[in-house]
């Protein structure tokens, strides 16, 4: 008996050594940990506690949601198994009570500290600096406060500078910032010098919240008490300028990291490579991630993810494609948020057969698409009009076991209001309450938004009604969402019908109502009937906005009825309403168009003294009207000057002066503006590249003209339809035929077309006429006249968003910018309505020619070749102008080559 009893006590001893040797080196694992403590509950003794302490120890740091859970379990086997031969002590309790706060479970660990009370141990800070963090983690910080000031000096045990630093945090993750920052400042009256953890939090919280100069305050001090800043600290400085968008004073941060013999590190890098692509500078973000290797940084996954992700923000497959592969060649292996990274960009541009080729390439990796993935999958079909296959894809998402969101069920209910499925939508909102999801006005709104930007003002109607049925009440944004999709789609009369209806409904019509409705008529050049509106409004008693004033002010100076927009202004004056930005870009618009330039500039001149938040918008109206009245000088002076409001020239800006560079003859100027625009980082857009082309066709110089040809063709920009129509009237004269190889390749077949075959059946004028009748992309219309003749200033943007819910001012505000060109859009519209009507006569008297133009509409599609698809918009209008035995013939070649 004794030779057992003396070998169980020699394995207890070897195992407390060995555990004790590991657990020092770090070397212990988990299941090793396991195994240990199954083997010494045998065997163990009195002293043996201190190795369960560690093992406990090891098994509470394991990096799985488990382990605290584990450790209760463990310890209650402890209890149960061996009480009579190893007793916790107060180590072991202070371990238990951490695990009972990360599980959450405050009132056990509360009853382990009072195990440790009642027991006699001595109470420490650690014990104590647990249960300070489960309170802050459980939001009751103030109850924290209240035992880091009172109770721990009554314990025996005074607050340390991490008992400080986890209250600090508490109160800075609960947003009471002030309460935080006067801790930190009440912990170093009390003599607690802060450490680096302290000023980290503290500088973290405030940049957080925004208030980053103060957070350089603390910065500052930190240094100046001989602190050492590590990488947290700056990372956490660096992402509050970065969330503020003051990219200089980053600049100064990684230069000042570098003087303290610090080096950025992968956090460091993600910041400013998420920040550089969600505004659109993927190409400085991936000059940064380049420079991560030549220092030796490896990137992890997530760094790839967030390039990745702006590449398909913006569109750029080809370069997406490229990264996806350097990524799998530097051996990091695609997870599941770049697959549907990969997977939404393709959905996004409706390219459903490539997306579904990472669909199931995602599932050939081992990886299940989650609500993500099926819910870009369904908005993409829902949006190309595949509401059945959207709805398989339900099918197969639920059967898969995964729970739809919020954003899979308005999709699918977007879906089934476009193609008119009424009853489907109805049954569908029904599973989304079962579902427990809540749908309020919310949801509706944001659906009637969306079809109301697409012009589907019927089927947003219809789900006023939808929404009554289901028990939810339209309020006023559901109106205000139907006004702005009648006025969007020029149904002015029926959108003033709305606001009987709001009142018979018990709703009352509020500024941002009005507002919208003052600008449909606006827009519509019924200033008379805005007016009237206006008074309405103030007799009703409704208070204008700002926006309110800046769309009648808009509308006003849009007709030329300059004494009223001045009598308006001064109203406005005496009103005190505070104007914006928008007000004065507006009056400096207007006085421009109606030839007041001298008195616009004065105006200019006084805003500058008075250093109101001017933009880039305000100064690009002055420079455009300077230009075009013939005062370059004092337009370049006004271009030098833009950097010193903080301020950088736009791409509206360089168009400006590039034209006028080219309408002059300084084409050397012209070339070193646009390389200088590049370098600073300001990437031409479509309207800018297509006027550019048109300035130097029209003064013959059709080499230059080639080299932005081909820039338009590297960024995948359209041709817009004046610059198509230039090309073909130009190309149509004899002496610019040998200049033709200077085109790129994709568009000589409007030359060879022209003078094959066009030239024999219609003169130049018509060729412009046929042109202008085709329908480009959207977003390629820009303007043939005089820039300073447009609202472009006001607006780069050509669609007026809908109110959000919020309905801010701001949203009101760019409401009321006009993008110039809706009569010009309204004409060209028009004649394609009559040319379309034209076509249908013409294909109801030959339904043999009918049948040989869906052929070759089918061949485009298989085919999906750009070229294919203008030369069958070449035929189609062709055959308007032509009789059509004369079409028949020359057609016979054409149809051969297709």
């Known amino acids: 008996m004794s030779r057992r009893v003396s070998a169980a006590a020699d394995r207890c001893l070897e195992l407390e050594r060995v555990i004790a040797s590991r657990a020092r080196s770090g070397s212990l694992g988990l299941d090793e940990a396991l195994k240990l403590f199954d083997e010494l509950l045998h065997c163990a003794r009195p002293a043996s506690v201190r190795a369960f302490n560690q093992l406990l120890t090891v098994v509470s740091r394991a990096g799985c949601s488990s382990a605290s859970e584990r450790v209760v379990s463990l310890f209650t086997r402890m209890a149960r198994e061996c009480s009579s031969k190893v007793a916790p002590n107060a180590c072991t309790y202070s371990i238990l009570i951490g695990c009972f706060c990360r599980m959450g479970r405050l009132e056990h660990g509360f009853a382990a500290f009072g195990l440790i009370l009642k027991t006699g141990w001595r109470v420490n800070v650690i014990v104590i600096s647990q249960l300070l963090k489960g309170l802050c983690d459980a939001k009751r910080v103030d109850e924290a406060t209240d035992i880091l000031l009172l109770r721990m000096s009554e314990f025996g045990c005074p607050p340390d500078v991490v008992a400080y630093n986890t209250v600090i945090n508490g109160f800075f993750r609960e947003g009471q910032v002030e309460k935080a920052y006067n801790l930190f400042l009440e912990m170093m009256d009390q003599g607690i010098p802060p450490n680096v953890v302290t000023y980290t939090t503290v500088i973290d919280g405030l940049c957080k919240a925004q208030v980053v100069d103060r957070a350089k305050g603390v910065f500052q001090q930190m240094i100046d008490r001989g602190v050492k800043p590590d990488n947290g600290t700056y990372n956490c ?414 791409v509206v800006t360089y168009r400006l002066i590039a034209e006028n560079l080219i309408e002059e003859g300084s084409l050397g100027e012209f070339d070193g503006l646009f390389s200088a625009m590049e370098k600073s980082g300001t990437a031409p857009n479509s309207h800018m590249l297509n006027a550019l082309v048109r300035r130097l066709l029209h003064r013959g110089d059709i080499s230059r003209a080639g080299v932005y040809l081909y820039k338009l063709d590297e960024k995948n920009f359209s041709l817009e339809a004046s610059t198509t129509s230039m090309l073909i009237s130009l190309y149509s004269r004899g002496e610019y035929q040998p200049h033709a190889k200077s085109l790129p390749e994709k568009y000589r077949f409007l030359i060879e077309a022209n003078t094959s075959s066009l030239s024999t059946v219609i003169n130049n004028d018509d060729a412009t006429l046929m042109i202008h009748g085709l329908e480009f992309p959207k977003d390629d219309a820009e303007l043939d006249a005089d820039p300073s003749d447009s609202d472009g200033y006001l607006s780069e943007d050509p669609e007026c968003p809908y109110y959000s819910d919020s309905e801010d001012e701001k949203a009101a505000e760019d409401c009321i910018m006009e993008d110039g060109l809706y009569r010009q859009n309204d004409d060209m519209n028009r004649d394609i309505k009559k040319q379309k009507k034209k076509l249908k006569k013409l294909l109801d008297k030959d339904p043999g020619f009918a049948n040989f133009l869906e052929n070759g509409s089918r061949i485009w599609r298989a085919t999906e070749a750009k070229e294919t698809l203008m030369k069958m918009e070449w035929i189609l209008w062709m055959m308007m102008i032509t009789p059509m035995m004369e079409m028949t013939q020359m057609l016979r070649p054409l149809q051969a080559r297709l």
């Not at 219809?462 to 006025?487: E, Q």
């Not at 007041?596 to 250093?611: N, P, Q, Y």
């Open 237 to 650: 400085l660096i992402h509050g300028y970065l969330s503020t968008g003051k990219w200089k004073e980053v600049v100064q941060m990684l230069e000042e990291m570098s003087t303290h013999g610090l080096e950025p590190d992968c956090i460091t890098y993600a910041l400013l490579l998420d920040y550089l692509c969600k505004n659109g500078r993927c190409r400085e973000a991936r000059l940064f991630f380049d420079s991560m290797f030549r220092k030796g940084i490896k990137p992890d996954v997530a760094i790839y993810a967030i390039l990745l992700h702006g590449y398909a923000t913006k569109g750029a497959l080809s370069e997406m494609h490229s990264f996806l592969d350097l990524m799998v060649g530097n051996g990091v292996s695609p997870n599941r948020r770049i697959f549907n990274i990969m997977f939404c960009a393709y959905a996004k541009k409706a390219m459903i057969e490539e997306a579904m080729h990472i669909f199931n390439k995602m599932r050939q990796q081992g990886l299940s698409p989650d609500v993500v993935s099926f819910g870009a999958l369904i908005d993409a079909l829902c949006k190309l009009g595949r509401v059945d296959d959207a709805v398989l894809q339900f099918n197969q998402m639920i059967n898969e076991g995964v729970t739809p969101n919020i954003f899979v069920f308005s999709s699918l209910v977007y879906g089934l209001c476009t193609v008119g499925k009424w009853e489907k939508a109805e049954e569908l909102f029904f599973e989304v309450l079962d579902q427990g999801i809540c749908v309020d006005a919310v949801f509706f709104n944001t659906l009637m938004c969306n079809l109301c930007n697409e012009g589907r003002v019927m089927e947003a109607q219809r789900l006023i009604d939808l929404m009554i049925r289901v028990g939810v009440r339209p309020n006023v944004i559901s109106y205000n969402t139907l006004v702005a999709g009648h006025c969007l789609t020029g149904r002015i009369d029926e959108a003033a019908k709305l606001l009987d209806v709001m009142v018979s409904n018990g709703l009352k019509p509020n500024e941002f109502t009005y507002t919208i409705l003052l600008r449909g008529y606006c827009k519509a050049r019924r200033v008379d009937d805005a007016y009237s509106l206006f008074r309405e409004m103030l007799m009703k008693g409704v208070t204008p906005v700002v926006a309110t004033y800046n769309t009648i002010l808009h509308g006003l100076f849009q007709t030329g009825r300059f004494s009223e927009a001045n009598e308006l202004y001064l109203n406005m004056i005496n009103s005190r309403t505070k104007c914006d930005i928008y007000t004065y870009n507006i009056i400096l618009n207007g006085l421009c168009k109606n030839n007041f330039v001298d008195e616009a500039f004065k105006m200019f001149r006084r805003l500058c003294s008075k250093d109101p938040q001017l933009d880039s918008v305000t100064f690009n109206i002055m420079i455009g009207a300077l230009l075009k009245g013939g005062r370059k000088e004092d337009a370049m002076d006004l271009f030098a000057t833009i950097s010193a409001y903080g301020l950088v020239p736009d």
